[in-house]
DNA sequence: CGTAAGATAGTAATAATTTACTTACTTTTG
DNA sequence: CAAAAGTAAGTAAATTATTACTATCTTACG
């Protein structure tokens, strides 16, 4: 911990790199997020990256990758906390919502690496983990049935679907004005709506 | 007409650089389209295209402006055909997802746009289309409320985004699986959904 | 009606930046 | 002192935009 120097271990450097780059993400466009600018708010030179990383894709991939396993751990620990399957899709809910807001980087990223059309591994990891995700929904909303909380004629792939894309409007909107705050005003309100139209 | 000839009046060739970008959008991702791309696929010099539009940018915000025409002129003509506030929804509603399949590069243009942080002059116009966008929507809810046809109690405003929501949800995991079609098929489910969540 | 003049729409080449990545060398650390 | 982590400088390719020139179209007039 000496104060004058800018010496890290590798792996420190490569967290250290991956939050730079969330960060980031929440005031630049993720795609033009250069590895000079990444350099320059570490504190490093450019170069000096590249004793960590192969190349830039595989910081984006390093990044994602975080994001995957920093969501669905979130999620994880929210599903836990409930016992009807309906509080713990809203719990899973405002879990999403609440990383988003501490992270405002990561659904920018997110969105940035699924806009690509030829398949990465950055794009596959989020495919991936936003279909695990779909799938933990899809049971959470078949529990649902037996136990006749969710009406018996919902498609459950849809609704998943659908609980997912709220999350992306609400995103959208609170970056299109710029203000995260709004998100946990109008959460409870979308998720009202969505109840009512699973419920039984 | 003749047949050996690249030459076009401006207006035209204004608007044939603005198709050419909305079709590659929907094959590349938009912020990676560079105007030599653009120059290629329409057959011309990339310094040609600096004879119709000052910067790359008034490129982009001419293709903003186009989509966003466009949509709202489409979801007016929807909108006009039916008469009950939920049937008028419902034909807005599908009558977006038409448009994005018929112009995947649409949203695609839009999305990228919305990421930017700063505000340019395009997402401004992306802003303004969601909000008269939503505005609209707002209008038909209520008017679904004092006929009864809709929940006394809904937010108005959270139903708005929250379809907006929605189809950005769509689109986004249609373009995951690369499948157009796909759309076509959840499109109704999600919406059967949407319907059990505002009405009365 | 045919054509020269002038306006318009193109080309080819290039400048000025920016980008990801490399190389040769230096500093820090265990 | 050796290995690890950094610097400084540079390269090749790509990007937007400009410049000097050329081909094509339009139109007014002899």
Redesign the pocket.
């Known amino acids: 911990m000496?104060p004058?120097?800018?010496?890290?271990?590798?792996?420190d450097?490569r967290a250290a790199t991956v939050d730079i780059v969330v960060a980031l993400a929440a005031e630049k466009n993720p795609s033009?997020?250069?590895?000079?600018?990444i350099?320059k708010k570490m504190?490093?030179?450019?170069?000096?990256l590249?004793?960590?990383f192969?190349?830039?894709?595989a910081i984006v991939q390093a990044v994602i990758q975080w994001i995957a396993d920093k969501l669905l751990s979130r999620i994880e620990r929210a599903a836990q906390a409930e016992t009807s399957p309906i509080a713990v899709i809203e719990a899973i809910f405002f879990a999403h919502i609440r990383f988003v807001s501490e992270y405002p980087g990561a659904p920018r990223m997110l969105f940035s690496e699924l806009q690509r059309k030829q398949a990465s591994v950055p794009k596959q990891i989020a495919t991936t983990l936003l279909k695990s995700y779909s799938l933990r929904l899809q049971q959470l909303l078949e529990n649902g049935k037996t136990q006749g909380l969710v009406r018996a004629d919902l498609d459950t792939k849809a609704a998943a679907g659908l609980l997912i894309g709220m999350i992306q409007g609400l995103v959208m909107q609170s970056l299109l004005v710029d203000n995260i705050k709004l998100m946990h005003i109008e959460a409870p309100k979308v998720f009202a709506i969505y109840r009512h139209g699973i419920e039984a």
Chains 1, 2 share one sequence.
Do not use: L
């Open positions: 000496s004058h120097t800018n010496y890290m271990k590798a792996e450097r033009e997020i250069s590895t000079t600018d350099a504190g490093v030179t450019q170069g000096a590249f004793k960590h192969p190349t830039k894709d």
